[in-house]
């Protein structure tokens, strides 16, 4: 267990459906992180959440809509998804993006699979 | 080819021997940190380095940064089949130390076979 917890962990939709990943973190932290990994690829970050402040977005596609309604809680909005979008979505979470450097507590995926 | 390289790609060693995983990059590396991570899950915290020549030790898992601060290594002492799963580095190149441009390595897969 690291404190961060993700839901659901195993996600099946249509091109055309609309789903919502969650992340919650029980550690206090205020910076919250969207990761993406796939086969053969570089852990790719989405979105980056500082004190509930959007801090980063990675020329994420606008089918992926983010939502950071508190330091706690991170939400991925999907809708009309393509199957390469299928992977492993990893929520992050960090003390702060300020001072020193942080390191980041993942939660366990939500394996996406696209049909 | 990739900013962040991990060598080898994947590992088969007996159980009870030693091994050791490479990390390189280009660019100065301001924060090195190595994960752990089980098939299809999420990254387990290891440790992370900073300053160049600083070794850090956990159990039986020994991480350094060289004194260039371009390439960091990962030694495991008397592997058990417990330290099996794929160890990635993420890498903070980004001297002002915001967490925003961390790079990640591609991983190492590791077995233990008993």
């Known amino acids: 267990e690291t404190g961060v917890t993700q839901t659901p962990r195993h996600l099946v939709m249509g091109m055309t459906n609309k789903k919502s990943l969650k992340c919650e973190q029980h550690?206090?932290?205020?910076?919250m992180y969207w990761y993406k990994q796939s086969a053969k690829k570089p852990l790719e970050l989405m979105f980056v959440?500082?004190?509930?402040?959007?801090?980063e977005n990675n020329s994420v596609p606008s089918r992926f809509s983010p939502e950071c309604p508190n330091s706690s809680h991170l939400f991925l909005h999907l809708h009309t998804l393509q199957p390469e979008d299928s992977a492993l979505y990893l929520c992050?979470?960090?003390?702060?993006?300020?001072?020193?450097?942080?390191?980041?507590?993942f939660g366990p995926g939500t394996r996406l699979t696209v049909t | 080819s990739q900013e962040l390289e991990q060598s080898p790609q994947s590992l088969i060693v007996q159980e009870g021997k030693n091994l050791t995983i490479n990390c390189t990059s280009s660019?100065?590396?301001?924060?090195l940190y190595w994960y752990k991570q089980k098939y299809g899950e999420g990254l387990i915290f290891l440790m992370m380095l900073q300053k160049g020549g600083e070794e850090k030790s956990h159990e039986k898992i020994t991480a350094k940064l060289d004194e260039k601060k371009q390439q960091s290594s990962l030694h495991i002492t008397a592997s058990q089949p417990s330290h099996a799963g794929i160890y990635l580095c993420?890498?903070?190149?980004?001297?002002?130390?915001?967490?925003?441009?961390?790079?990640w390595g591609l991983g190492t897969s590791l077995a233990v076979n008993p």
């Open positions: 550690l206090g932290h205020n910076a």
């Open positions: 660019k100065t590396l301001y924060g």
């Open positions: 959440y500082n004190f509930k402040e959007q801090t």
């Open positions: 992050a979470s960090s003390q702060s993006l300020a001072g020193r450097r942080w390191e980041q507590y």
């Open positions: 993420g890498a903070d190149i980004s001297r002002a130390g915001n967490n925003r441009k961390l790079i």
